[in-house]
């Protein structure tokens, strides 16, 4: 008989891609997807441990699935993704009715998993020992990953350009949850770009915990490994020239980074738009702005989370980089790509933040003017290193930063986006709202609302802005209403 199974997804975009394969798998092997959970034989939850609130939600959402299985004994319950990696046995004692736990490294054992659960029902083995943890592996097995063409978009569609993170901020669990970097071949990326753009899509979005360190460690074992061998090559290339990104190395040993891989996508594939999420500030060079600047496809937004304006808190967060340097960055970007949109991440309340520091965060954003930002209280996680030391911010305090930052935010988005009213901009129609107007993004990243038929959809399109309101801007088809074929047209924000 075939299986239902329901997926619910927590977290990032790395964690909507998983899902996608995850779904893309279980189709492969025969599983049903289903829209309710009252419908699925297996209820699977892809989780995130970023925060406190993050995982609470994912416990909250079982614990009723649970009620469901006294009702359907037979149901099988799931926990996927970083929570599973994080609280890993404590999620059965928890949630004594959870058959299977599987970290982000175990995603494609799954079906494999599955099928265990199955056989140990079987063999009627209940209790504690029927449960299922797939915790152990430190690196995802890119080599086991297997092709599959679930996507939830029809325009935009992730592409997963690295797996894991290296970096040791002290406040984040993702190194955990997500083990070692890791960066797929770059020829491998080109075909599934390149096989998406065939399929009608028009933008990619490359996902990686921090996509700027792309290449230092490919599953081969190849890669720039460090600061000092990245150097080495790029001086090998200036003495050279550059090569292809995707040539054999073993010809001309070269340097294939994050911006390598740009350049390759944007010459090789005829996808109209990338983007790329997300961007660690240690890691970012200049190479990659004169990318941003130099290659059509390329849209001109970064997102540079800055996490904090307070030397002494990026110090204690072990950033890397100090407001200084990362203001210069910004600098250098907005010469090399004047148009650029810029958002950020920032923490509020990490331990040790005072007044002081928490002004300095809210001075570097009056500074930088961000497009957009993203705003959160800090959680301590468990494991981590800040973990250990006291969360001695008052949580009335985090709300009440919270708020400010949230305030002063919208004042500069809204300032920006007025500024834009009477522009032009290049949109990418993506679908209908529920008021029934279309919707799309600039190359910027903003929301933009327009009127027009439905066979734009998947289009790109010239619209000139007539108001703003909140975070969207509203706009008209421009003068022509014509579509834009590539190169032509706007490319303001
Ligand atoms: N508490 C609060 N925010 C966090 N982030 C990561 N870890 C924590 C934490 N422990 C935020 C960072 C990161 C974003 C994805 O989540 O700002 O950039
Ligand atoms: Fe959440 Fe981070 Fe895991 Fe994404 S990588 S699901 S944000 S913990």
């Not at 994912?58 to 149901?75: D, H, I, N, V, Y």
């Not at 294939?256 to 890691?283: E, G, M, N, W, Y």
Request: aromatic fraction near 6%; hydrophobic fraction near 40%.
């Amino acid at each position: 008989m075939v299986q239902a199974v329901y997926l619910q997804t927590y977290g990032c975009q790395m964690n909507e891609r998983d899902s996608e394969e995850i779904l893309g798998m279980l189709i492969a092997h025969g599983y049903a997807i289903v829209e309710r959970e009252e419908e699925a034989d297996v209820i699977l939850l892809n989780t995130c441990s970023v925060r406190a609130h993050a995982e609470e939600r994912a416990f909250g959402k079982m614990g009723l699935m649970q009620k469901l299985k006294r009702e359907r004994p037979e149901l099988v319950l799931g926990i996927l993704g970083c929570m599973a990696k994080a609280q890993r046995e404590e999620v059965f004692r928890r949630l004594p009715q959870v058959d299977l736990v599987a970290g982000p490294a175990e995603i494609y054992d799954l079906p494999d998993l599955l099928a265990g659960v199955a056989e140990r029902r079987q063999r009627a083995e209940r209790g504690a020992g029927a449960h299922v943890l797939a915790v152990d592996r430190k690196v995802r097995p890119l080599d086991r990953r297997p092709v599959t063409g679930y996507r939830a978009g029809r325009v935009t569609a992730f592409v997963t350009i690295m797996e894991g993170c290296d970096k040791k901020c002290a406040y984040c669990i993702v190194p955990t949850t997500r083990g070692q970097e890791v960066s797929r071949p770059v020829d491998e990326i080109l075909d599934e770009v390149q096989q998406l753009a065939r399929a009608g899509y028009r933008q990619v979005i490359l996902l990686g915990q921090n996509v700027n360190s792309y290449g230092k460690r490919f599953p081969d074992g190849s890669g720039w490994v460090g600061p000092a061998r990245r150097r080495a090559l790029l001086q090998l290339e200036a003495r050279n020239g550059p090569g292809e990104a995707d040539a054999d190395p073993r010809a001309t040993p070269r340097l294939v980074d994050f911006p390598a891989l740009l350049r390759a996508i944007d010459r090789k594939t005829s996808i109209d738009r990338v983007r790329f999420t997300t961007s660690h500030p240690f890691d970012a060079h200049e190479e990659l702005f004169r990318v941003m600047a130099e290659c059509r496809a390329v849209c001109e937004f970064l997102h540079l989370p800055v996490q904090t304006g307070s030397d002494g808190i990026l110090r204690a967060m072990r950033r890397g980089y100090t407001t200084e340097t990362y203001l210069a960055q910004i600098a250098r970007l907005r010469t090399l790509v004047p148009e650029v949109a810029v958002s950020t991440d920032i923490i509020v309340g990490f331990p040790g933040e005072t007044e002081t520091d928490f002004e300095a965060t809210c001075a570097l954003m009056e500074r930088v003017r961000y497009d957009s930002a993203f705003v959160f209280k800090y959680s301590p996680r468990p494991g981590t290193e800040a973990a250990a030391w006291p969360d001695d911010v008052p949580q009335l305090v985090k709300e009440r930063r919270n708020q400010v930052i949230l305030e002063l935010q919208a004042r500069i988005s809204r300032e920006k986006l007025e500024a834009g009213v009477g522009s032009e901009v290049e949109v990418l129609v993506e679908e209908r709202n529920r008021r029934g107007q279309l919707t799309g993004k600039s190359r910027g990243n903003t929301t933009v609302v327009i009127e027009g038929p439905d066979t734009l959809i998947g289009e790109l399109v010239a619209a000139r802005v007539t108001r703003v309101t909140g975070t969207t801007m509203i706009g008209e088809l421009a003068d022509c209403g014509e579509r834009l074929t590539c190169g032509s047209g706007a490319r303001s924000h």
